[in-house]
């Protein structure tokens, strides 16, 4: 069976889902930002995770589109506390590297760079992708825990080079 190509199943899905996240959040625009974000992330699924494809790309999507939709809805509820208030360490950590990156975006490329290949793609599917730590460990077929260990290591040694 041949695999059919992002534009053929965009052309199947998105009316559906379109209509699945709209069902769920207040406004259209976010439906549509939110739409467009699945469909940002399974482009860049399909090319990073070219050894183990996607097996149900329907239920993919739509678990994606769940995932951010929940996404903003956290994001409402956090713009109404303090900036740079988190509970975890590592957030914290990265509003630093984000400041840094106005100022020095080639020594932050340079860092993530020098990551081991492991950690740096952890890294780049959930900070910079936006995937879940249970997304990335899905796609990728690895245990939640190496993930979560191999994002730590990344968060600790970008850490040390940038701060």
């Known amino acids: 069976m041949s695999k059919k190509s992002v534009a053929e199943i965009f052309?199947?899905?998105?009316?559906r889902l379109l209509k699945f996240i709209r069902s769920?959040?207040?406004?259209?625009?976010?439906?549509?930002?939110i739409l467009q974000d699945v469909y940002?992330?399974?482009?860049?699924?399909?090319?990073?995770v070219k050894l183990d494809p996607i097996e149900n790309t329907v239920a993919w999507l739509y678990k994606v589109a769940r995932?951010?939709?929940?996404?903003?809805r956290k994001k409402k509820k956090e713009e109404?506390?303090?900036?740079?208030?988190?509970?975890?360490?590592?957030?914290?950590?990265f509003e630093e590297i984000a400041d840094l990156y106005e100022e020095e975006p080639e020594e932050i490329h340079?860092?993530?760079?020098?990551?081991?290949?492991?950690?740096?793609?952890?890294?780049?599917?959930?900070?910079?992708?936006?995937?879940?730590?249970?997304?990335?460990?899905?796609?990728?077929?690895?245990?939640?825990n190496?993930?979560?260990?191999?994002k730590h290591y990344?968060?600790?040694?970008?850490r040390k080079k940038l701060l």
């Open 24 to 33: 769920r959040v207040n406004s259209f625009e976010d439906a549509e930002d």
């Open 80 to 93: 109404s506390l303090s900036e740079y208030y988190n509970e975890e360490d590592d957030e914290y950590v």
């Open 40 to 48: 940002y992330k399974f482009i860049q699924a399909d090319n990073m």
């Open 110 to 144: 340079a860092a993530i760079a020098s990551l081991p290949k492991e950690q740096r793609e952890v890294f780049e599917m959930t900070e910079l992708l936006d995937f879940s730590v249970k997304e990335v460990s899905e796609l990728t077929n690895t245990p939640l």
């Open 11 to 15: 052309s199947d899905t998105s009316e």
């Open 67 to 72: 995932n951010r939709i929940i996404d903003v």
């Open 154 to 158: 990344a968060v600790k040694s970008l």
């Open 146 to 150: 190496t993930v979560l260990s191999r």
